[in-house]
């Protein structure tokens, strides 16, 4: 996540820089350097925001879970925890979620994949820069 990303999230969650940073459990200051780009956003902020912002969204019907978008398959579906734990409209939130056949090591890499795939962009429909 850049430092427009996490601007742009923060505005739209409608958080001051102080509520973001209580809602994080992080400093004001850490926010301000993470909207400055003086520090890059840890995963675990990254992580954190983007799950306020997917549950800050109503509801919607039309998502449908990631292992029929993505038709995968029973062996995959039995090996992935967004299966196991029924979170097909979260599974960029998991760790260790069976995408593309395998894991993702790090976050980093899991983002990478999940910013890509069109059940990360159904879900955060509004709350990506640009949308």
Not at 101 to 130: D, H, I, S, Y
């Amino acid at each position: 996540m850049d430092s427009l990303e996490f601007l742009i999230l923060r505005q739209r969650l409608e958080k001051s820089q102080k509520e973001m940073a209580h809602l994080l459990g992080t400093s004001i200051r850490a926010v301000q350097s993470f909207e400055q780009g003086w520090r890059k956003v840890p995963p675990l902020i990254e992580r954190q925001m983007l799950f306020l912002a997917a549950r800050k969204e109503k509801p919607r019907a039309d998502i449908r879970p990631c292992w029929e978008v993505l038709q995968c398959s029973p062996e995959l579906r039995e090996a992935c925890p967004a299966w196991e734990f029924r979170l097909g409209d979260l599974c960029w939130f998991i760790n260790g979620t069976i995408c593309r056949g395998k894991a993702e090591k790090n976050w980093r890499q899991k983002m990478g994949v999940c910013r890509k795939c069109k059940v990360f962009g159904t879900g955060m429909r509004g709350l990506k820069p640009g949308t």
